[in-house]
């Protein structure tokens, strides 16, 4: 199970790197092979806790101060409009959303959990966020 804020901190270690314009197999090199690629990228997904020392190692890696990268706390107290998104970036979004209630065998629920909000998040930085930024 991955949690929200595993999550969050992946995605600000995902940015870290590719900000330096690194491949996962680019960190292992870079960093030879203390950071392997397929750990770093469970990291990235949240898929796998990180020590507080090997975050403050990556981070120094990346070139960054590790309070750089520590997400701040989520605004509990947003809301998303599923149907102003389904006519923004309809496709993507019905794809996911019909993919979590499939998963949870739950059709036609209208929950959305914390951690939904964040992947949902990341889908639509990553859509309107431009090559190169």
């Given at each position: 199970?991955?949690?929200?804020f595993n999550?969050?901190?992946?995605?600000?270690?995902?940015?870290a790197r590719?900000?330096?314009?690194?491949?996962?197999?680019?960190?292992?090199?870079?960093?030879?092979?203390?950071?392997k690629?397929?750990?770093?990228g469970?990291?990235?997904?949240?898929?796998?806790a990180i020590?507080?020392q090997?975050?403050?190692r990556l981070?120094?890696?990346?070139?960054?101060?590790?309070?750089?990268?520590?997400?701040s706390?989520?605004d509990?107290n947003?809301?998303?409009d599923l149907?102003?998104l389904a006519?923004?970036?309809g496709?993507?979004v019905?794809r996911?959303?019909?993919?979590?209630?499939?998963i949870?065998r739950?059709?036609?629920g209208d929950?959305v959990?914390?951690?939904?909000?964040?992947v949902?998040?990341?889908l639509l930085r990553?859509?309107?966020?431009?090559?190169?930024d």
């Amino acid at each position: 199970m991955i949690d929200e804020f595993n999550l969050s901190l992946g995605q600000r270690l995902r940015a870290a790197r590719r900000q330096r314009a690194w491949s996962l197999g680019d960190v292992e090199t870079q960093t030879d092979g203390e950071f392997k690629a397929s750990v770093v990228g469970a990291y990235e997904r949240g898929e796998r806790a990180i020590s507080v020392q090997r975050f403050v190692r990556l981070s120094g890696v990346y070139g960054k101060n590790a309070a750089e990268l520590l997400p701040s706390e989520p605004d509990r107290n947003v809301v998303i409009d599923l149907d102003a998104l389904a006519s923004e970036d309809g496709d993507m979004v019905e794809r996911y959303l019909a993919a979590i209630q499939m998963i949870r065998r739950h059709p036609g629920g209208d929950e959305v959990r914390e951690s939904d909000r964040a992947v949902i998040s990341s889908l639509l930085r990553s859509v309107r966020t431009p090559v190169g930024d």
